[in-house]
């Protein structure tokens, strides 16, 4: 038997994070819209502020003077860092982007689709940012766009096998729903990818803020994330790939730092790449945000990783139980998918609960506090349509949250639900 994970101690990272104790509007904050983003500890912040202002030299190969050698040292340290949280091979095999939007982006843009092996299968699931990049590639003429569809909460696995043949060059799939929750089994798409030659993208925008990522056990050829949704700053994120995979990427945004060379060919300025990592890394480095994002990542190393999981898993399983008394609302996807991830959201069950309404009474009508949750499509266009919603109220959580918010929420869901349909 698997021993039981030691219990998080939920507590101690909220006095990491200072915003979790600050009054917005005169209200104590109850934040559960860590979907979106999660909060930034003070030692992540400081960083980004030491490194504007010790370091705020450029690095990143250009310069070469003193000042400009300690800020890459710095900045390489970092790409170590990340490497060594995904267990990657190497640190070359990381791309600092501006964030999961960019990372696939380059995916998209830089494909070599060649000869019949043309399409590109999504999950109906997708967040915007990992869909609407295909779309456009497709739009283009580069590749045709196949569509995973959603069933019983999960992502169909039976369909996808399907949809992945000798045409397929690129599987695009979120390893954790922003709205269903859930874990894609990395490792079974993988052989399904492998047996028919297609390449696999992962989306781990909602994944890696309660779960670790083996990216070499995973099987992905490609891994994208953002820092700010793991506690990091903004305007960075991570294309994982190895040497091989990142290199047959055409560089898709193009500039400084990215060429050995730049010769006459035949009278035509023409780039001669680097290899990858600097191939996808136009323009100079978002420095201080790859210095700031190594501190983040050394809080999460700090917490034991069965006991985040287990925790935020538990808040998950304690707010689908609370929804679930609420018969004016209900759960949109499957209980035990949701608890693979770290969030729930809930849609209208009854004409008089508007989710709208319920977001604002989240916000204005419970005494000294406000709930931060998040009401819309949340840029997953595609599978609210697929449901058939127009839109949901997403609770998501973090290691800092506690059972008490959940509970917090839940009775404000009763509450609302009896002032505005009973
Ligand atoms: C599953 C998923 N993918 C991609 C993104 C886009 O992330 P970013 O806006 O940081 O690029 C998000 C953001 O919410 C997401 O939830």
């Excluded at 939007?101 to 940012?129: C, D, I, K, M, Y």
């Excluded at 190393?301 to 304690?318: K, M, N, Q, T």
């Excluded at 506090?369 to 697929?386: D, K, N, P, T, Y």
Aim: with cysteine; glycine share 10%.
């Amino acid at each position: 038997m698997k021993p039981a994970p030691a219990v998080f101690d939920a507590a101690a990272a909220r006095a990491e994070f200072p915003a979790l104790s600050r009054k917005v509007g005169g209200k104590a904050m109850v934040y559960l819209d860590n979907a979106c983003t999660a909060l930034k500890s003070a030692r992540m912040s400081r960083t980004l502020a030491e490194a504007h202002e010790l370091w705020g030299s450029c690095g990143g190969k250009r310069s070469t003077h003193l000042l400009a050698q300690e800020v890459e040292e710095r900045f390489q340290a970092a790409r170590s860092a990340v490497a060594a949280f995904l267990n990657a091979e190497r640190p070359d095999d990381v791309v600092f982007t501006s964030g999961t939007t960019e990372g696939v982006n380059l995916v998209a843009r830089g494909f070599a689709f060649q000869g019949p092996r043309r399409e590109v299968v999504v999950g109906a699931w997708e967040h915007n940012s990992a869909l609407l990049p295909f779309v456009e590639a497709e739009r283009r003429g580069e590749c045709v766009l196949r569509v995973c569809p959603v069933r019983a909460g999960r992502l169909d696995l039976d369909a996808l096998e399907g949809l992945i043949g000798d045409k397929t060059a690129l599987v695009a799939l979120a390893r954790s729903s922003n709205v269903l929750g859930g874990a894609l089994p990395a490792a079974q798409v993988s052989k399904m990818c492998r047996r028919r030659g297609a390449r696999l993208l992962l989306d781990d925008a909602q994944f890696l803020s309660s779960h670790r990522e083996d990216v070499r056990a995973s099987g992905a050829d490609f891994v994208v994330f953002s820092a700010h949704k793991l506690g990091g700053p903004f305007g960075l994120g991570v294309l994982w790939g190895e040497e091989r995979a990142l290199n047959a990427l055409r560089p898709a945004k193009v500039g400084g730092g990215t060429v050995k060379d730049v010769v006459l060919d035949g009278g035509r300025p023409t780039p001669v790449w680097l290899d990858a990592p600097m191939r996808h890394e136009a323009g100079v480095p978002n420095i201080p945000g790859a210095l700031a994002f190594a501190e983040a990542l050394a809080l999460l190393d700090s917490w034991d990783p069965a006991a985040v999981r287990a925790h935020v898993a538990g808040l998950v399983r304690r707010t689908v139980t609370g929804i679930a008394r609420v018969a004016e609302a209900a759960l949109v996807g499957d209980p035990a998918a949701l608890e693979e991830g770290s969030l729930a959201a809930l849609r209208s069950a009854h004409p008089s609960f508007s989710v709208k309404d319920f977001n604002l009474y989240l916000n204005h009508e419970l005494p000294g506090r406000f709930v931060a949750a998040r009401a819309g499509e949340h840029c997953a266009h595609l599978l609210h349509a697929s449901l058939g919603l127009k839109e949901t109220l997403r609770v998501s959580f973090f290691a800092y949250n506690t059972a008490e918010e959940t509970d917090l929420f839940c009775a404000a869901l009763e509450g609302y639900a009896k002032e505005a349909c009973r």
